[in-house]
């Protein structure tokens, strides 16, 4: 799609499309300038033809007029043009037509004549005609209805005197060929062909050959012959393929896996892409009996607790047998998923083999990668640009990759940023790979502190980076300057280079924006080579709208790719993700392209890792424990779960359709048994399967694949095959994707790609239509179509859809990190994100999707059930957790326990449990390849987390969801810049501070009361105190990070959480003391001390 280098921006609902030249002051162009003359017919745009001239259909009068409505006047028509009224002359490259002329000054014997070629049969050829409403899409020559009719569908012969079936007398014997004719109902068709099921019914054997008749008559044993079949073998070779040819016996007692026609022919391309790597089971089998052991000792342990009440400290022991129930059920659902656990590895040069042969183009599937961002201010420009420098950058063929930039906030500094970033990208591309460099984000390769001339051998390389790093050092300068300009807005809005004002000044009521910066057609690098895609996509936004933030901005760039360039998979990465590994997305075609293996694949996930970290990692930013030891845990279940970055996606798997499933191969049956016991015995099974037809019958009938053309409009009944005869009408194709005839197209080609002949007019407005704000209004979209709306964690939300129909994800984890991102290292900062991600969490748990109760019959299994069960019910352990979390200081001031006098009984049982708790932690260690710090700061980081954000995010999810109050909780800033990791020290004022240090607080209070009771009252009642004090330090120790942060940098503690922490924690000890203090409740007891005081 070329563009010229212009802002497109348009509204769908208004009518509205503009142009804005950024190269001339002040001019507005509309698309008829872009796409040149417009057939008064039809109204679509006029061709080019290959000598760069618009077409001209008459001679006389020049009436504009595009070639498929030239054609059809000629063919149906009156012959004349509807201006001048003089009659049509054949043009070179149309069919002739009864009253036309012979032609002296031209040749075309190829296209004298309508003769269906190669491109009419294939699905581009299908979907020009579906599109020609509202494409000028045309190759070559067509009917009306855009479909090859069966008289046009045979190809041209290179001789014209072979027959089918019939031997014509008026030809000689020696003329004579042998020929098959292209239906046959014995074999399999493997290649398509342009005639409907119904026609391959009729069966033509072919002319038999004469014996006494030498072969050379027919064809066969001539030089001609043998050329003929070397160059056949050679195809067959070059494609590496094997297609099966089935005979008429036993044609169906091998494998499903033979009959893909996608199978390799040589032995080094059946070899598969990937392979899973099960843990070992010297490290699986003790884990899993730990596992078992453990259950049986927290049974014993429930057993015990509960016959054993404390009597005088009822209410405390109650409370804390809830808690540890609530603990217990959390625990195995988080435990069973990962009874499997599995790694996974890729072989990328026999990815090379198989779709990159030499001398060839590559056959890798092309890849659009989205790119979302919304407040340039908070997320910084300079990230995003070398998030995007490093897609474009990436080990891909460069015509296989397109870039897609969301700016949700429609923020000028982002359009200008992107703007200085296409032209960086000119040098910065070809010199990533040239030299092979990692990583190709700039900031991150300068940056890194490695012997940088390692395995280097080109003698310029010193010298081009060196040059490589001032152009980013001024690069950077000139992003930089761009932030400090947007800092103050003038009055009348922004305006750009040519003085029209920007679209999105206002940014809640703004037209859609597309801006293609680079492209196959446009600018090349500095070494004249063709760089990928940029396309800069800003949805419209107006008042009364709801525009469902990044899922919303997701969905808007779905439909665009689809429109522009349609490639079958998708990758989606934050602003401050870049690709760490240039083979990245390769890695994730190794699962995707699979012939085997990879058909039921929805997405590929890959780990979350992050830079800027400090060593420590103090509030377990890296998340090491979820990444490295649950998420390979789903992955020998269905998949992990989706975390909304890094994350290939298969382009259909989010259109809602239902897996692929596998044909099981037909049982066999015996014929040995008599029919009596057929009849007694059979008749069960006949019922469970009629009720498994029906049942997979409706599951079919609620949501079809639809994988041919053909079938969407109605009345086209050429080229569906019988494998895909279950139609879709196009009001049901409206109601679920929009009312956009174009990107409904894209949807049903499954292997990607657009019709090669849409003009750029033609995709502009579609694309723009698309983004429009009332597009999603009665469609799918959001509900069973593309990111699922109802959750701020929309990432969730839509891998469960996914897997509830069927299919499965992989997690791939390269040995070179494939993403990296930056975190939040400051307290207050982390806590906000936790609070969201459980804030989504609890939105899922209150809606109709919440796997409880959704998706029962469906494709998902148990314990990927239990693991989403788990991701959404964990914000509902944040109230246990803070009450159990107080029982050790009330145990304290109260001089009361949660447990009665401790047999040996009790010991042994307490001991078997922390004993079970830290087998569990160390073989999960093992075979996950944790550090044991890594575990601990998790552990640690689950407490703060727990009785903070958590808690907040419980009680406003039930607040939004059931009273539809909308609570916020705002941060700001008050930090400082003292070196590195200086940002770890700074608190900001939030309200999630609070209750973990008045935890912290209160526990420390308990403490000194409990060790000064124990000074007071002899060496008699540290024995009872040893367990109460054991309770409180590990509350203590869990929330020393919090501690530690908090007097890192006392200065920077705000003065009002001390307050409110200290008065919390003063009105608890000051009740305790109301209610009992150390002194007796009977009063002072008096006792006579022998002395005579008189």
Request: charged content about 25%; overall charge neutral; aromatic content about 10%.
């Amino acid at each position: 799609m070329d563009t010229k280098g212009r802002l497109v921006a348009g509204s769908h609902n208004r009518n509205e499309f503009v142009l804005i030249n950024a190269d001339e002051v002040g001019r507005v162009t509309s698309v008829k300038e872009l796409s040149g003359q417009i057939c008064q017919i039809c109204g679509d745009e006029i061709e080019i033809t290959v000598d760069g001239e618009p077409f001209v259909a008459c001679n006389e009068c020049a009436f504009p007029i595009c070639r498929p409505c030239y054609e059809y006047e000629r063919r149906e028509g009156n012959q004349a043009c509807p201006q001048c009224k003089t009659r049509f002359k054949r043009i070179k490259g149309s069919p002739r037509v009864d009253g036309d002329e012979d032609e002296d000054e031209f040749d075309d014997l190829d296209n004298e004549f309508d003769i269906g070629s190669n491109e009419r049969r294939d699905p581009h050829g299908v979907a020009e005609a579906m599109l020609s409403s509202r494409l000028n899409i045309g190759r070559g020559t067509s009917n009306v209805s855009g479909f090859a009719t069966p008289s046009e569908a045979y190809p041209n012969p290179e001789i014209p005197l072979l027959t089918y079936g019939q031997e014509d007398d008026g030809i000689s014997a020696d003329k004579h060929a042998l020929i098959i004719p292209p239906f046959m109902n014995r074999s399999k068709r493997i290649h398509p062909m342009p005639f409907s099921d119904t026609a391959s019914s009729v069966s033509l054997p072919p002319r038999p050959m004469d014996p006494k008749k030498d072969l050379a008559v027919y064809g066969y044993g001539t030089v001609a012959w043998k050329d003929r079949m070397e160059e056949w073998r050679k195809r067959q070779n070059d494609k590496l393929q094997m297609v099966k040819h089935q005979g008429d016996g036993d044609g169906g007692g091998h494998g499903d896996e033979a009959d893909d026609p996608d199978l390799p022919k040589m032995d080094e391309g059946r070899q598969p892409l990937s392979r899973k790597l099960p843990i070992s089971s010297s490290k699986i089998s003790p884990y899993r009996m730990v596992i078992i052991v453990r259950l049986v000792i927290l049974g014993l342990f429930f057993h015990y607790r509960i016959l054993h009440p404390v009597n005088d400290a009822y209410a405390l022991w109650m409370t804390s047998i809830i808690c540890e129930i609530w603990f217990a059920v959390s625990w195995i659902f988080d435990q069973f998923p990962k009874w499997f656990p599995i790694e996974r590895e890729t072989y990328l040069d026999r990815l090379s083999l198989r779709y990159e042969k030499e001398g060839k183009p590559s056959e890798l599937a092309p890849i659009d990668v989205f790119v979302s961002t919304v407040d340039p201010l908070k997320e910084p420009p300079l990230i995003t640009a070398n998030t995007v420098l490093s897609i474009l950058a990436v080990d891909y063929p460069v015509e296989k990759v397109a870039c897609y930039v969301s700016d949700d906030g429609a923020a000028m500094l982002t359009f200008e940023a992107l703007s200085e970033t296409s032209e960086f990208a000119r040098k910065w591309v070809p010199f990533c790979k040239k030299f092979s460099i990692e990583p190709r984000a700039p900031e991150w390769y300068f940056a890194q502190k490695v012997d940088y001339l390692k395995d280097k051998v080109h003698p310029a390389f010193v010298r081009e980076r060196r040059a490589m790093k001032r152009d980013y050092e001024e690069f950077k300068i000139r992003i930089n300057g761009l932030v400090t300009m947007a800092q103050k807005v003038p009055e009348e809005g922004w305006t750009m280079q040519d003085g029209t004002p920007w679209p999105g000044n206002n940014v809640r009521d703004h037209p859609g924006m597309i801006q293609v910066f680079l492209g196959q057609n446009g600018v090349r690098d500095i070494e004249g080579n063709e760089l990928p895609r940029l396309v800069y996509v800003s949805r419209e936004k107006r008042p009364g709208f709801d525009h469902h933030k990044k899922a919303g901005a997701m969905n808007s760039l779905i439909r665009v790719s689809a429109v522009v360039t349609n490639a079958p998979y998708m990758l989606n990465v934050d602003c401050d993700h870049y690709i760490n590994n240039s083979k990245a997305l390769r890695e994730s075609m190794c699962f995707m392209m699979d012939p085997t293996s990879g058909k039921k694949i929805c997405y590929v996930q890959f780990p979350q890792r992050f830079d800027g970290i400090d060593r420590h990692d103090r509030y377990s930013n890296r998340n090491v424990v979820f990444f490295d030891i649950n998420m390979k845990g789903l992955d020998g279940i269905q998949g992990p779960i989706y975390v909304g970055t890094g994350c290939v996606f298969r382009r259909q798997a989010l259109y809602g359709y239902d897996a692929p499933v596998k044909k099981k191969a037909p049982g066999k049956t015996c014929n040995c048994l008599p029919k009596w016991f057929c009849c007694c015995f059979g008749s069960s099974k006949k019922k469970s399967k009629g009720k498994s037809t029906r049942k997979s019958k409706k599951v079919k009938e609620a949501s079809t694949q639809i994988h041919a053309l053909e079938n969407i409009e109605e009345g086209i009944e050429a080229g569906i095959d019988s494998e895909k005869t279950s139609l879709m009408p196009q009001i049901k194709f409206e109601k679920k994707f929009g009312q956009s005839p174009v990107f409904i197209a894209s949807t049903l080609l499954e292997d990607g790609g657009v019709p090669p002949g849409a003009t750029s007019a033609s995709l502009l407005k579609e694309a723009i239509h698309v983004i429009s704000c009332g597009y999603e209004d009665k469609t799918e979209w959001g509900k069973e179509v593309g990111w699922i709306y109802g959750s701020v964690t929309e990432d969730i939300l839509t891998g469960f859809k996914m897997h509830c129909h069927g299919w499965r994800s992989v997690y791939c984890i390269p040995k070179r990190p494939a993403f990296k991102g930056s975190a939040p290292i400051n307290l207050s900062d982390r806590l906000h994100q936790v609070l969201r991600w459980a804030l989504g969490s609890v939105e899922i748990l209150l809606s109709r999707h919440c796997p409880i109760w959704y998706g029962y019959g469906c494709g998902l299994k148990p314990l990927e059930r239990f693991s989403y069960i788990n991701s959404v019910v964990y914000p509902l352990t944040s109230i246990p957790l803070v009450a159990y979390c107080t029982l050790p200081a009330v145990c304290l001031l109260t001089g009361k326990f949660i447990v009665p006098e401790i047999s040996n009984y009790a010991s042994i049982l307490f001991m078997l449990m922390f004993l079970s708790i830290a087998v569990t932690s160390i073989l999960e260690m093992q075979w996950g390849g944790v550090a044991i710090d890594d575990l601990w700061r998790n552990e640690q980081f689950w407490v703060i987390g727990g009785v903070s954000a958590h808690l907040f995010a419980l009680f406003q999810g039930l607040l939004k969801v059931l009273a539809g109050v909308n609570t916020n909780f705002t941060v700001t800033s008050k930090g400082g810049d003292d070196g590195e990791f200086s940002e770890l020290y700074v608190f900001k004022w939030t309200s999630l501070l609070i209750p973990p240090l008045t935890l912290l607080i209160f526990n420390i209070i308990g403490v000194i009361v409990g060790i000064s009771d124990a000074i007071s009252n002899g060496y008699e009642s540290w024995g009872p105190l040893f367990g109460r004090l054991f309770f409180a330090i590990w509350v203590i120790l869990h929330l020393y990070p919090f501690l530690k942060g908090m007097m890192g940098k006392q200065s920077g503690v705000p003065t009002i959480i001390v307050v409110w922490s200290i008065l919390l924690a003063s009105i608890l000890s000051l009740l305790w003391v109301r209610v009992n203090p150390f002194l007796d409740r009977g009063g002072i007891v008096l006792e006579v001390c022998g002395l005579d005081c008189d």
